[in-house]
C-alpha cells in the first residue's frame, strides 16, 4: 500500500486581491515542509497516526497558520487553543479544548489520548492534567502575533460600530489538520485550531468534537474539517462522510463532496480532507479556498490555496 498524507491550513483564505506573490509563495512553501515532516515519518515505515502528528505539529510550530503560535484571539483577548487525533485501526482518540501553554496542542491531545482514560479533557481541568505530562510549554508571549491580534481590534471595532460583517474568510475562521493513509492502510486523523476570532471566551467548535471536525476509522475513511464549526457539528460532518461510504457504498470523493455541498446549502463555510484505507483522497471546500497539500510515495509534495489545481512544489 503506497502511503499518503494530505494536509490543510484552513479554509479561511485570504482574498486574493490581498494575496500577493510573495504571500502566496510563503504559505506554499510552508505547506511543503508540514508535507515533509508527515511524509519522513511514512518514508522511514512509520505509522499513519505519527505521521499526522508530525505534520500538525509543523503547521502548529508555522505562525501563518490558525493553530499553535500562530492562534486567533477571543473577544477577551486571549488564545483558546483545541486540538484532537484519532487512530483508524482502533477509534483511539484524544482531544484538548481550551488551553494555552503546550507548544504543540496535538501532542496535548495525543497525551489525552495515550495517557488517560478519557477523550476530551477541557480548561482548567485539561491543563492540570498536562503538566503532568513531559510536554514543551511556553508562555503567552510566545504564542503572541501582530497580525492575529490587530484582526481581533479589527473586529471588536466593527462590533462596537455595528458595521456589517464584510470580513473575508482568512479573517473570520481558521483550522489545520492532516490526514494520512500508511503502508499497512492504517488512517488517521489530526486537527489543531485557534478557532474563530473574537470567539466568545470558552467556544469550542467542531476541532475536537469527533465525528464533527474529526473522525477516523480504517473501515471508512480519515476526516479533518476546517471552517465555520458550528454548521460541522450540527452536521456531524465527518461521521456523515463515513457513514455514507459505509451505509450508502460511496466512494470517499463522493461522499465529501456531497457533504461539503450540504454545509453550503445551508450557510456552513469551509472544507475539508480525508482520506481512505486504500489510499484515494479527496479536498472539496466551498469557501473562496482552502490552504491544501498533498504527498505520496514518490515523495512529490502538491499544494493549492484556491480553485486551481494542485502545484507541484
Known sequence: MPPVLVVHGGAGTMRRATMNPQIAASFHAGLRAVLAAGHAVLAGGGS???AVTAAVMALEDNPLFNSGRGAVYTSAGRQEMDAAVMDGRSRAAGAVAGILGPRNPILAARAVMERSEHVLLIGEG?????????LAWEEPAYFHTEHRWQALQTELERRRSAAADTRDDAAKHGTVGAVACDAAGNVAAATS???MTGKLPGRVGDCPVFGAGTWADNAT?????TGHGEFFIRWAAAHEIASRMRYRGEALAVAAEAVVAELE????????IAVDGAGNVALPFNSAGMYR????????AWTGIYREELQAG
Open 265 to 272: 446549502a445551508v450557510g456552513g463555510s469551509g472544507g475539508l
Open 221 to 225: 475513511c480519515a476526516v479533518s474539517c
Open 126 to 134: 485539561a491543563m492540570a492534567f498536562l503538566r503532568e505530562q513531559d
Open 293 to 300: 497539500g498533498r504527498i505520496g510515495a514518490d515523495g512529490v
Open 48 to 50: 499513519a497516526l505519527d
Open 193 to 195: 485550531t485557534g478557532g
